[in-house]
């Protein structure tokens, strides 16, 4: 079993960087696939990028690609999100999450943070 707990969130304006970061316990981080979704009021959980238990594969949403990178640091059980060239339509609850599958879809993911939110003003 595995806790994990984002950080990193907050406000900031069109075109600035935050990185989010997700702190796991437990001794088995490694065994997990990452990733990171996103949640807005009323809409369901949306996928934002996935990375492999080595970190070798990653996998983003269109909407992120080339903007943002996820990464992870099994010696230290983090995972990370790097957001670059933020735009409001980013502004959701960003919610870490691990697994046995490495897919796109919130039931392949087991365990689940609290989210951080971040907002992107116009």
């Known amino acids: 079993q595995v806790q994990l707990v984002e950080s990193g969130g907050g406000l900031v304006q069109a075109g600035a960087s935050l990185r989010l970061s997700c702190a796991a316990s437990?001794?088995?981080?490694?065994?997990?696939?990452m990733a990171w979704f996103r949640q807005t009021p009323g809409k369901e959980r949306e996928f934002v990028a996935a990375?492999?238990?080595?970190?070798?594969?990653?996998n983003y949403a269109d909407s992120v690609k080339g903007r943002f990178t996820i990464s992870r640091d099994n010696a230290k059980n983090m995972s990370y999100l790097q957001m670059n060239s933020l735009k409001p339509e980013d502004t959701a609850v960003y919610y870490c999450?691990?697994?046995?599958?490495?897919?796109?879809?919130?039931?392949?993911?087991?365990?689940w943070g609290q989210g951080t939110q971040v907002t992107v003003s116009s």
């Open positions: 437990g001794r088995t981080f490694s065994s997990y696939h």
């Open positions: 990375i492999s238990k080595s970190g070798g594969s990653t």
């Open positions: 999450a691990a697994g046995g599958r490495l897919g796109a879809r919130p039931h392949e993911y087991d365990y």
